[in-house]
């Protein structure tokens, strides 16, 4: 006998639930890529798409996940010996930053740790120093999925812009975009990317490179067939914005999740939502720490992401819990990513909830209830009323 039995809740940071109308889209015959229904779609869904971004910009789609986003932006812009500040605050922008330095740029971290935000007086300490403008891009990720944290976009721009610094901006917004609050154009970001399958709801497969007339400019001429973001931009061809085959069924999925966004009542809606149900995550978590061990690994709730809440529990209980969850009662929580070296146990002791995308009042709740049934089963110490706080945040919105 099983309670998980019914049906399963995928609660990690990505991929997230991909909702049930985006899988019927995707559920029909082949379409024609040369003519017709499918390359008309698609003249609609860009608009839509940059619209989520909060973009007049461009757009590349490639047929990748996120890693491949991340690829495709860094070889568009650096060239072999281009120096690259790289913002660390987590394991994905650290990620990044290796694709820049494998790609031949002399990449120079700032590490803020696995439990703050970038600090944005040593980012400008640092530029300041740069008299003579050779930092060529400045990287960093709006909500760091392995920590939890959501850092302070606009305010890096201000630091740039303060100093005059002609360095490019480009931000990773994978697990942020339909989630956190993000503004491309009013903040000043030069590229962005990101992936269909966290806040955009549809499976893995597309990766976008948003970019902006000045990065369009300054685009490195070493960038590589496959991967130059101008043909895709503005093909002359179908065929050309994707590089080759388009990716039918993703397109199809894509264009649903957005007709989704659309009928929430658009972006602002979208992450109203998301706020709200992460202020609900956290309220229960704080309410269980006050009798226990568990943490949530960002202290600052100005600093959390709408997206996903890393937890640290201590010894073996994050995977203890995510097992016991996972089998008891069919919702799958998020491992301790780069909380610690995989092959150290510590990392046993972290778990994550995601709650992204096509998630909802219920769902949260659930999700919350299966993990205090684990916590009872698993006699781990916890404080009490944390269902009731999660409601409570519910009720008053
Ligand atoms: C998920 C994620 C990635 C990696 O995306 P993949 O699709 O797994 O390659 C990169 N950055 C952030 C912030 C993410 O959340």
Redesign the pocket.
Known sequence: MTLAHGRTYLAI???SVVPDRVLNAMHQAAPNIYEGALPEMVDGLLPDLKAVARTDGHVAIYI???????EAAASNIVRRGDRVLVLVTGA??A??GAVFDRLGARTEVIDFGKRAAVDLARVEVTLAADRDHDIRAVIV?????ATGVRNDVPGIREVLDRLGHPALYMV?????LAVDRFEMDAWGVDVM?A?S??GLMTP?GL?FVFFNDRAAAARSDTASLYWDWAPRADPQRFYQLFGGTAPTHHLLGLREALDLIAEEGGIEAVWRRHQILARAVWAAFEAWGEGGPMELNIADPALRSH??TALRIGGEDGTRLRRWVEGNAGVTLGIGLGMADQDDPAWHGYFRLGHMGHVNAHMIMGALGAIEAGLVALSIPHGPGALTAAARVIAEA
């Open positions: 940071p990505g991929p990748a996940n996120g890693h491949g986003a991340w994905f922008a990620g990044w990720v709006q909500v760091d999925t990773d917004c994978i697990a942020s990317v992936a399958q966290k893995p990766g997206a996903v």
